[in-house]
């Protein structure tokens, strides 16, 4: 049986190699063709012989695949469908003028159910590994212009742990990709079984979904909160030490009249008091059925005033790809005429 090759890294292409009695010397070519001339096939390796590539194809495949449709925001967002053993996933580029970020899938599906996530109300088909991860970078279309990747794509990156971090490995070892881990984000809910884990074994930026400083409302917004209480969350990472070079910020979505409030500027305040921290205010995307409201522009603008002057270094994200179900919170690959 095949087994794909893209999503391994050195030493498990060592450990392939050895098992089935291939060169080892073979390795350090093999993952060169994959992760930094991103082949499609083996016999594209020509500088392994002709007997070594037989062998190699008997057991594996590139597993390299093309996004099967996408579609074009009016602001020049691209989203990507990809189909997976899980079931169809979806990636987001988002081009700017000094830079492009991939916004990256780790599930299909996920099992959080977020109440104001499409993704969540999609409910969880399974873990992506990590080939099926690193190849939404790889084969992306524009894969040339990305300077940065996040994971705020489907899914919760913390509950397939181990599948993130080792693409986080491929894409900044010097043998995959070799990029700087100030360029890849990991979002999460909050996941304190597994949140020390990811700050301990990746270098990368860490993005908490926040979106209240009150306990109980965040329990009606996101049902992580119960067993994942945000001020334990916030209690581990102060236990770390955070910096330009490596930041951890907070997304907050903005509802109107639920957590727009001057009460939430002063619950803020005191939740992140001592934690070198960034806020990324959010503007919500409305979902069907739901009777959450957007806050207006003049109070998001308010909301960043009050916060910064408050010594809490606050940005208001721009929305980008609304129009094609691309932003914040609206991705969910259930039904593919979101690419119609």
């Not at 190699?56 to 495949?61: M, N, S």
């Not at 079931?87 to 977020?114: H, K, N």
């Not at 945000?230 to 030490?241: C, T």
């Given at each position: 049986m095949q087994t794909p090759l893209l999503g391994k890294t050195l030493e498990e292409i060592f450990e392939a190699l050895d098992f089935f009695s291939l060169p080892r010397y073979a390795a350090s070519q093999i993952i060169d063709w994959i992760y930094k001339k991103r082949i499609s096939d083996i016999q594209e390796m020509t500088n392994l012989s002709l007997q070594n590539r037989s062998l190699?194809?008997?057991?594996?495949?590139i597993g390299k695949?093309?996004?099967?449709?996408?579609?074009?925001?009016?602001?020049?967002?691209?989203?990507?469908?990809?189909?997976?053993?899980?079931?169809?996933?979806?990636?987001?580029?988002?081009?700017?003028?000094?830079?492009?970020?991939?916004?990256?899938?780790?599930?299909?599906?996920?099992?959080?159910?977020?109440?104001?996530c499409m993704t969540g109300?999609?409910?969880?088909?399974?873990?992506?590994?990590?080939?099926?991860?690193?190849?939404?970078?790889?084969?992306?279309?524009?894969?040339?212009?990305?300077?940065?990747?996040?994971?705020?794509?489907?899914?919760e990156p913390l509950d397939n742990m181990d599948e993130v971090i080792k693409t986080c490995k491929i894409i900044t070892e010097p043998w995959g990709l070799g990029w700087s881990s100030r360029r890849i984000t990991i979002s999460t809910v909050g996941i304190i079984d597994t949140l020390e884990k990811i700050i301990n074994e990746t270098n990368c930026h860490i993005a908490i979904s926040l979106h209240t400083p009150f306990e109980n409302e965040r329990m009606e917004l996101m049902p992580v909160q119960r067993k994942n209480p945000?001020?334990?969350?916030?209690?581990?990472?102060?236990?770390?030490?955070w910096s330009d070079?490596?930041?951890?910020?907070?997304?907050?979505?903005?509802?109107?009249?639920f957590n727009d409030t001057s009460k939430h500027v002063a619950a803020l305040t005191k939740l992140l008091n001592g934690?070198?921290?960034?806020?990324?205010?959010?503007?919500?995307?409305?979902?069907?059925?739901?009777?959450?409201?957007?806050?207006?522009?003049?109070?998001?603008?308010?909301?960043?005033?009050?916060?910064?002057?408050?010594?809490?270094?606050?940005?208001?994200?721009?929305?980008?790809?609304?129009?094609?179900?691309?932003?914040?919170?609206?991705l969910s690959a259930k039904n593919r005429l979101n690419f119609r």
């Open positions: 190699l194809a008997k057991h594996f495949y695949t093309l996004p099967i449709d996408s579609i074009v925001s009016s602001d020049g967002t691209e989203k990507y469908l990809y189909h997976t053993e899980k079931g169809f996933v979806e990636a987001v580029f988002i081009p700017e003028d000094d830079r492009a970020t991939l916004c990256i899938s780790s599930q299909s599906g996920c099992r959080y159910g977020c109440v104001f109300k999609q409910g969880f088909q399974g873990n992506l590994t990590s080939g099926e991860i690193v190849n939404q970078l790889l084969s992306a279309p524009h894969y040339q212009r990305i300077t940065n990747v996040v994971f705020m794509g489907m899914g945000i001020s334990e969350v916030i209690s581990i990472l102060k236990q770390h030490k070079s490596r930041r951890v910020s907070f997304e907050y979505i903005m509802f109107r009249d934690l070198k921290c960034r806020v990324n205010l959010i503007r919500y995307h409305e979902i069907p059925g739901l009777t959450l409201l957007p806050s207006s522009d003049e109070k998001i603008v308010w909301f960043r005033d009050q916060l910064t002057s408050k010594g809490i270094f606050t940005t208001i994200r721009r929305s980008r790809g609304q129009d094609i179900l691309a932003a914040c919170g609206m």
